[in-house]
């Protein structure tokens, strides 16, 4: 049987149709709820995280605008799912939390989590680094053409090193914050100790 070598087309292709099935998958989940796409997602992030969040990074984490954000999240304390709190003295600027019924959401909405995490986790380590060094490039790549593209990815953190050990094959990589080595499948897209490069 000839080997099939993937072009950057089919490649490009593949990723659109798997973040249509994703995105179909997010809907279905959210409606079952009676919340939004974004709403679910916010809900996911807020429960990932420790502490509260504000209104213009989750406008920056999701690409929309903050009165968007601002919007979602008014339907979102009607229903008991998060709580509001002014900072201080500036009217505008809100930290966000979630409630014990938001997280109730986000355990009854795990599906999808969970069926992703079936799949991967029957692949091999060499097949998980390659395919998260792989998606790390292509964020990276889209960061680098969009400015106001905003995530909290280790590759982009002040914290981040390579590790030159003399031992470091298995863990390439190094966090300043943490003080330790890192291999390529416990970088993080999403880190609660992330500080901008920018």
Known sequence: MKHVIADSAGVGDALLRFS??????VNALAGS???????LQILWLLDRRDGTETVGNLARRFLISAPTVSDSLRVMAEKGLITKSRQGRDSRAVDVAITALG?????????LHERLNRIIS?????????IQTA???????LQSDSP???????VTCRHFA???DIDSASAPY???????????????????LYDSCA
């Open 174 to 192: 190094y966090c300043r914050s943490l003080s330790t080595p890192l291999r390529a499948t416990e970088l993080r897209f999403d880190c609660s």
């Open 33 to 39: 709820r009676g919340l939004s796409a974004l709403q």
């Open 103 to 111: 997280r109730e959401a986000v355990a009854a909405t795990a599906e």
């Open 20 to 25: 249509q099935i994703v995105g179909g998958a």
């Open 162 to 164: 390579i590790n030159c």
């Open 122 to 130: 029957a692949w091999d380590e060499n097949r998980r680094t390659e």
């Open 148 to 154: 106001s593209f905003h995530d909290r990815m280790c």
């Open 135 to 141: 998606l790390f490039a292509l964020i990276r790549g």
